[in-house]
């Protein structure tokens, strides 16, 4: 296709792949219990932002994450990036009402 429109395509290089290669191989598993140490509201406003698509306010609510919890503050992020909405969504109702 890209010859008939005469176009090329420009691939651009993750620069943080080290961050995803510590989550891969790491022991961190992404579950319901990983967000349970966050308040109540945190989740219900990450639940907010995330079901709105609003990955500003997503990025400001990942960023309060404590430091000790970088793993988990990296794989949302790719959620984000990845456009994995649902599944956050998802993670937060499970750890809400589970």
Known sequence: MA?????????????????????????????????????????TQLEQATSELDE???AKLIN???EEHTLLTQVLQNKVDDFDFDEIVNLIQQTIHG
């Open 3 to 43: 010859q008939y429109l005469q176009v090329g395509y420009i691939y651009e290089q993750n620069g943080d792949s080290s961050a995803i290669d510590l989550a891969l191989n790491s022991d961190f598993l992404l579950n319901s219990n990983s967000l349970e140490f966050m308040s109540r509201e945190w989740l």
């Open 56 to 58: 500003d306010a997503i």
């Open 64 to 66: 309060q994450i404590p």
